[in-house]
């Protein structure tokens, strides 16, 4: 199995970007497994299919 981030940011944030109509747990356990593989500690879960940008924002700490 491949594991893929979509962006990394200064080698230090991994970003996932999705347009889905709700996140889920599987989105959520994603982006943790990204940060463990990687060693990285903060990462954001972006979702483009809401109405306002800030309520489609999770913050993910590993």
Not at 4 to 23: D, F, M, P, S
Not at 28 to 33: D, E, G, H, S
């Amino acid at each position: 199995m491949s594991y893929r981030k979509r962006l990394l940011v200064e080698e230090k944030v991994v970003i996932e970007i999705k347009t889905v109509e709700a996140l889920n747990d599987i989105h959520t356990a994603q982006v943790l497994t990204y940060l463990k593989l990687g060693n990285y500690k903060p990462g954001l879960l972006l979702n483009f299919q809401v109405a306002g940008l800030k309520n489609g924002i999770k913050r993910l700490i590993n």
